[in-house]
């Protein structure tokens, strides 16, 4: 079982839509986790981290739910300009390292 | 944007001849990756800096070598490289290492061998 699973999608929503991706996670362990977005051939970028209580940046929602070991990224209100994939990243409690999922590719239609 | 340099950006080589990869950084951070991008596999480790000459390796470390003789520069080499290298590889830094500390990527470096 890989250490961080996310469904590959594709995704296609239409603009204004509310989406969500879930993204699971297999070690108990793992202390802390983020959102990355990947535009296509570009490098990832930080979208944003999640903390236990959940947090929201504007358009974006991320929650984490430790006894079911998944966390999500809830986008409302979908632009066309946030077509991308999206990597959740977990981070083991000791280990050195950020463990990636595959990516949720996203497509927002006009 | 965090300054990092990622050189070449693109290179195609044959397999068996050595390939070096440079990352550069103007953040003065204290940690810097190497990270390679295979589809199906989303990103792995290769190796990591923590300091001047301090690396330690990553998941997918064999048949590759990497030095840092300054804190902004970071080298990943292929000593030979082989078909399967053939991929996308990314550089990263942080400032601290710590689980609350995200990483910054560089740019990307698209590496074919044939």
């Known amino acids: 079982r890989k250490e961080v699973e996310q469904d590959p999608g594709p995704f296609n929503v239409p603009e204004g839509a509310t989406v969500a991706f ?9 202390q802390s986790f983020f959102w990355y977005r ?31 070991q998944y966390i999500s990224l809830l986008i409302r209100d979908s632009k066309l300009s946030d077509s991308a994939t999206y990597l959740c990243v977990v981070v083991i409690q000791g280990a050195q390292k950020l463990v990636f999922g595959q990516g949720t590719r996203l497509t927002i239609n006009p | 944007d965090a300054g990092i340099t990622q050189s070449p950006r693109h290179k195609v080589t044959e397999t068996g001849t050595p390939v070096t990869l440079r990352c550069h950084q103007t953040e003065n951070h204290r940690y810097m990756y190497w990270y390679r991008q295979d589809p199906g596999h989303g990103l792995r480790l290769i190796h990591y800096s923590y300091g001047v000459k301090d690396t330690d390796k990553g998941e997918v470390s064999d048949g ?22 053939t991929s996308v590889y990314f550089c990263a830094i942080s400032e ?7 990483q910054h990527f560089g740019d990307g470096t698209r590496l074919s061998i044939l």
């Open chain 2, 96 to 102: 601290i290492q710590g689980p609350y500390q995200p």
């Open chain 1, 38 to 68: 990947q535009d296509c051939r570009k490098e990832p970028k930080l979208l944003m981290s999640v903390y236990s209580s959940g947090n929201e940046d504007g358009r974006f929602t991320a929650q984490l739910n430790r006894a079911s």
């Open chain 2, 64 to 85: 590759y070598s990497v030095s840092r003789s300054k804190t902004e520069d970071f080298l990943l080499t292929l000593e030979s490289a082989t078909s399967s290298q």
């Open chain 1, 22 to 30: 879930n993204c699971t996670y297999s070690n108990s362990a793992s």
